[in-house]
């Protein structure tokens, strides 16, 4: 497990529904509900345990959320989920429901924060929560 030597509880599978459908139709609004703290928000779900509360309050924009990752973890998103939850995983293809994931977006072009939700990853966009396919993937930590 990651830094924060955290486990899921019993009822994490409910829990983590109810951290999905809690996020459906929140505005996407960078440090109050983008996709790193979305993330966290499910991870918080699952295990009573923060793995993001560094970050939340630091930041307002793009630009401070850049920031604020290079400051408390030297790097990006995978660094903050590195520091987190420990190394990510060999292969990606071994996430399983409610783990953290980095997916490319925009054609490849940037990555951002998901949890695996089924055979689908649920990602936090502009317009709300979007349902994205497994084969974007590209890193993924286990919770």
Known sequence: MGSLMIARREDWPSRLAAALEDARDKPFEWGVHDCGLF?????????DTDPVA??????????????AMLA????GLRAVWSKALGPAMNNV????RGDVVLVTTDYGETEATGIVAGSRVACLSQSGLLMMPSRCIVAAWGV
């Open 72 to 75: 408390l973890s030297g790097g």
């Open 93 to 96: 293809l071994m996430a399983k």
């Open 39 to 47: 993330a966290g928000d499910c991870v918080r779900a699952m295990t």
């Open 54 to 67: 560094l970050y939340r309050g630091q930041y307002t924009d793009e630009e401070g959320a850049r920031a």
